[in-house]
């Protein structure tokens, strides 16, 4: 049981470029989100998901895409890069909403030049 | 406007004290709370939670005190070991109800000093 997977852990990018963030679990958890964290700022959500085929958006969506085709996977799509989405971006699943302990990810350091 | 509020960016302490992480709140209408811990380069783990039906719950050295008139919880490691040293995250659920994901304060980092 590896719980909720991030790859890559490290990604540099170059302002305009895009790429997908993987996040997957195995627990089979109906509930994914993704989070950044900035210094200073805590953990911000930025999009969520309620289940397969489902997403809505969190605090800070802007620049950001992402779709759930299985209840395993919720990829985070960076179209255009900014500097301003140097972050560290943790994904998280849980059984259940509103309140249920989330499972976190280990993280992806991403840095735009 | 932030909802969960951890007005203390840093605390520091002795090994073998008392730590007192606090976390304030302006939804009245939040009925449960969660405390996570954040070691660096690693993911957030979930600590310890409270309902509103509850003034405290204990976990070993962990015990979480919520006042629902101050709108405020806060956290206790007695104890405290210079392994606690991390991030701290207070939480609550962004609705009262339905599917609803998690808003986070800014966190504290607690030292603890051997």
């Known amino acids: 049981n590896a719980g909720v997977t991030q790859t890559p852990k490290f990604q540099v990018l170059k302002t305009g470029q895009s790429m997908t963030l993987q996040c997957a679990q195995d627990?089979?958890?109906?509930?994914m989100s993704w989070y950044r964290q900035d210094p200073g700022m805590g953990l911000r959500l930025i999009h969520y998901s309620v289940g397969a085929g489902i997403t809505d958006q969190g605090e800070v969506p802007n620049g950001y895409n992402v779709s759930r085709s299985t209840t395993e996977d919720f990829p985070l799509r960076l179209l255009s890069a900014a500097p301003s989405q140097t972050s560290v971006y943790f994904c998280a699943s849980s059984a259940r909403m509103g309140g249920a302990e989330q499972y976190f990810g280990p993280g992806t350091r991403l840095t735009v030049t | 406007d932030q909802q969960v509020k951890q007005n203390s960016p840093s605390l520091s302490v002795q090994e073998g004290r008392i730590s007192i992480l606090n976390c304030d709140y302006t939804n009245s209408m939040f009925d449960y709370f969660l405390w996570y811990k954040k070691y660096p380069a690693e993911g957030p783990t979930f600590l310890i939670s409270i309902s509103s039906i509850k003034d405290k719950n204990e976990d070993g050295r962990f015990t979480v005190f919520l006042n629902k008139s101050a709108k405020h919880l806060s956290l206790h490691i007695v104890p405290s070991q210079p392994g606690d040293s991390a991030v701290y995250f207070c939480?609550?659920?962004?609705?009262?109800?339905?599917?609803?994901?998690?808003?986070f304060g800014k966190g504290t980092r607690l030292s603890v000093i051997a």
């Open positions: 939480a609550a659920p962004l609705r009262n109800s339905g599917n609803t994901p998690l808003v």
């Open positions: 627990m089979n958890h109906e509930y």
